[in-house]
């Protein structure tokens, strides 16, 4: 069975086409469904060993290989810069396996029994699949990246960021159009409040950052829905100490020129990346609470932020869980902006229904309680914030 979209391609792909193949029965297959490709039989190390370029397309037969073996070719493949699309048949292929090859760029599995028709659409779909990837990745697109920071725990940054990412995926409409990236990498929550698992695992890069491209940013991010990807670590206590700032600031950039929209989940406490991660914001969005305590924080924050970039950056911040004063003796708006010394750019409502129910069925409010007066004051914080012009001074890059 094809898992993706059944293939319609009209050009003829394939000959001329060097393809990598793994697995003694397809030894032949230049003489039949590939007519035309220059077939190489490889092994293991022959993808460990692979370069960008080197080949076309690689083809794995799952049952020619051991679990191992077949674990280390995707490994290889993912680690790989640009790494060429991946087609891998066979009868009963383990579902851990797929999950991770579907992770890279470009990958398809045809379950066996297939007919040689069904192959070379295959092949021939990631032929046409990989080529847009390059597009993607072309340096200099403009992208606008947001981060978003609570001024104490709990304020609802998380919520936030991942109703702000929503919102402008559904707007753009398109695939690959927003990133959220959760920069809590010890326990960052984005992935649970969406009910996906997390994948990425910087701490594997150690030092060697220049190894992250757009390819392999396709193979660390988890799609959550059309148009939005997450970027977020497995639990690690030890991540932020593990992943250096390098890898951080250069998985930032390598995002920057894919998506359309970043949009980061940072944590309050200040890191080794912190402030090019912030330097290379469009716009820094301070989520604070409707208390004095919370209050004080934002506008302490703020100053911090402001100081230590000198850019001329402001940060914008949001007032989230504004409640009706008839649940007790909270700040009003007004006497909250006294508080702060500057204006809030706005105010989300409190619905603990909405956000709790959300977070436990796993996804964005506005899909789970599209009328919650949440995702109203979202989109009024989105379309404001994106009516502003991009304002960049200094992209995240790294050293
Ligand atoms: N506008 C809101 N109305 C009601 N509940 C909300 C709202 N925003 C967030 N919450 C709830 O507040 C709690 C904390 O939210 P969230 O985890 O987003 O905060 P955070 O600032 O990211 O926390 P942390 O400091 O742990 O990262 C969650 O239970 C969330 O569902
Ligand atoms: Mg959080």
Request: glycine share 8%.
């Amino acid at each position: 069975m094809l898992r993706s979209k059944s293939a319609k391609v009209s050009a003829d792909l394939i000959p001329g086409r060097r393809i990598l193949a793994l697995g003694e029965s397809l030894r032949g297959l230049a003489d039949g469904p590939l007519a035309g490709a220059l077939i190489e039989m490889g092994a293991v190390a022959s993808l460990e060993d692979l370069q960008s370029g080197g080949a076309d397309l690689v083809l794995i037969d799952a049952d020619a290989l051991e679990a191992t073996a077949l674990a280390a070719c995707v490994k290889a493949l993912s680690a790989m810069r640009n790494s060429p699309p991946v087609l891998m048949v066979g009868e009963n292929l383990p579902a851990g396996l797929v999950r991770n090859l579907l992770r890279l760029e470009a990958a398809d599995i045809l379950e066996a029994p297939y007919s040689p028709e069904d192959l070379a659409a295959a092949v021939q779909t990631l032929l046409v699949e990989a080529q847009p990837v390059v597009a993607a990745a072309a340096p200099g697109a403009a992208s606008r990246c947001w981060g978003v920071t609570g001024a104490v725990g709990g304020s609802g940054a998380t919520t936030i960021a991942i109703e702000i990412a929503h919102a402008l995926a559904v707007q753009a409409g398109k695939d690959r159009a927003v990133c959220l990236v959760d920069l809590n990498l010890a326990d960052g929550a984005a992935a649970a409040y969406l009910g996906c698992a997390p994948t990425t695992r910087l701490a594997d890069f150690g030092h060697a950052a220049d190894r992250i491209d757009a390819a392999m940013l396709g193979a660390f991010v988890t799609p959550v829905s059309r148009g939005l990807d997450l970027m977020a670590g497995v639990r690690d206590p030890n991540a932020f100490d593990a992943v250096g700032r390098d890898a951080v600031l250069r998985m930032l950039e390598v995002a920057c020129e894919v998506y359309d929209y970043v949009i980061l989940d940072l944590p309050r406490h200040r890191r080794s990346w912190t402030l090019d991660a912030l330097a290379g914001c469009d716009e820094v969005i301070v989520i604070s609470e409707l208390t004095v305590p919370a209050l004080l924080a934002a506008r302490a924050y703020s100053d911090e932020i402001e100081d230590a970039l000198s850019t001329g950056l402001r940060p914008r911040i949001v007032l989230n869980r504004l409640a009706s004063r008839m649940f007790g003796p909270a700040p009003s708006m007004t006497e909250a902006e006294k508080a702060l010394q500057r204006k809030a750019e706005a105010g989300i409502s409190s619905d603990w229904e909405a956000a709790a129910a959300s977070a436990n069925l796993g996804g964005p409010i506005a899909q789970h309680r599209p009328k919650s007066k949440i995702v109203k004051d979202v989109q009024a914080l989105v379309e404001s914030l994106a009516a502003q012009p991009p304002r960049r001074d200094a992209p995240a890059k790294a050293a």
